[in-house]
């Protein structure tokens, strides 16, 4: 019995220490930027994607992960082949080719067709006004999404100009996740 009480305990305790991402629309945080400036992170998933669900399993679910996303960034989720209405850069996006009834593959939404994206899951980051930076395809675990994460936080990514330098940034990197 003692040994029942202390294991719903650790489970309490572990729940509610757990760090959750705190996920937003690209709606919410585009206004969000206008009351304070930060970067956007945006997941993009698909419904269907293994890699993608294992981004949410092992890396979203880190830690040191999502308490970095919630502090520096506005962490974005958007399913590429979802049918809700963004506007972004004062375009209304869509996915006019939406089938509800459908099972696994929809058609792609135009937003993730403007952003370029070719490959779920892709990472995309913004700037602090909403301009786009960059995306980032395919799974990461957290060590390898943490260099991306500072690095576009940092600004870092600016001074990377060749294939050289990116190599010597990586080489010199000090991982803390």
């Not at 995306?135 to 060590?143: M, S």
């Amino acid at each position: 019995m003692k040994n029942i009480f202390l294991l719903c305990l650790l489970l309490a305790f572990g729940s509610i220490t757990a760090q959750q991402v705190n996920w937003m629309t690209m709606e919410e945080a585009l206004a969000a930027q206008k009351e304070n400036p930060k970067k956007i992170f945006m997941d993009v998933y698909t419904t269907w994607c293994g890699p993608c669900k294992m981004l949410d399993k092992n890396t979203f679910s880190d830690k040191n992960v999502a308490e970095y996303l919630n502090k520096n960034y506005y962490p974005v989720k958007f399913n590429a082949e979802g049918n809700e209405s963004i506007t972004y850069q004062d375009f209304t996006y869509t996915n006019p080719n939406y089938q509800a009834e459908r099972k696994g593959r929809n058609s792609q939404h135009l937003l993730a067709h403007a952003l370029k994206v070719n490959a779920y899951p892709t990472v995309v980051f913004f700037r602090e006004n909403g301009d786009l930076i960059q995306g980032v395809p395919g799974y990461r675990t957290p060590q390898q999404l943490e260099i991306f994460l500072k690095m576009i936080y940092n600004d870092d990514y600016m001074k990377l100009t060749t294939p050289e330098a990116w190599e010597e940034y990586q080489k010199n990197f000090k991982y803390t996740f």
